[in-house]
């Protein structure tokens, strides 16, 4: 029985409405509505919820749904979403650029000053790249490759100018204290 036959089955077992359902799962209707019309599967912590809130075990909920058991077959590898592959993949490029700017003795003036033009290309390039309604579907490889490029060049300056500005602080602090005590 496929997963959301077996969801349909245990909700109205339990005498519950979509609406009840989604709101113990902290889900929306509609949520549920696609779980149980076979549009889209469930995440794994998701099955483990509706398994224990129905005393079901999670043999009985995913048997005979081949879909599902695909989804949450455990291969070693490490599922990230296209979203999560952005974040993580920008803030190592954050760090090299970070390392080759300080490295090379850049200006700030001059980081501000290119940073700002590949922001807007690369902003427009990934907005082009998105399909609005459906967003973390519609992500496609060159879509994940323009988002991490602007998480790069938006938090660069950002993260160069909040250093220069606590060093110089801290500059300007010691050379008070240096005086003082003279």
Same mark, same amino acid.
């Given at each position: ?12 077992? /339990? /005498? ?9 799962? /902290? ?5 549920i509505?696609?779980w ?24 009985e ?22 979203v ?24 700030m ?50 993260i ?8 110089g ?14």
């Amino acid at each position: 029985m496929k997963i959301g036959d077996q969801l349909q089955k245990q909700r109205k077992l /339990h /005498h519950m409405s979509q609406n009840e359902l989604a709101e113990k799962l /902290h889900l929306t209707r509609q949520s549920i509505s696609k779980w149980e019309n076979g549009t889209t599967l469930p995440s794994f912590a998701n099955v483990i919820a509706i398994s224990e809130l129905f005393g079901v075990s999670l043999d009985e909920l995913i048997k005979g749904d081949a879909a599902l058991m695909d989804k949450l077959k455990d291969d070693g590898r490490i599922r990230l979403t296209k979203v999560e592959t952005i974040v993580i993949i920008g803030f190592v490029f954050i760090a090299i650029t970070l390392a080759i700017i300080y490295g090379t003795g850049i200006s700030m003036d001059d980081v501000n000053d290119w940073m700002s033009g590949f922001s807007l290309i690369f902003f427009i390039l990934f907005a082009n790249s998105i399909n609005r309604k459906k967003f973390n579907e519609s992500l496609n490889k060159k879509a994940v490759i323009f988002g991490i490029l602007l998480l790069v060049t938006i938090l660069v300056p950002f993260i160069m100018g909040t250093v220069s500005g606590v060093l110089g602080e801290a500059v300007k602090r010691q050379g008070y204290y240096d005086n003082l005590y003279k």
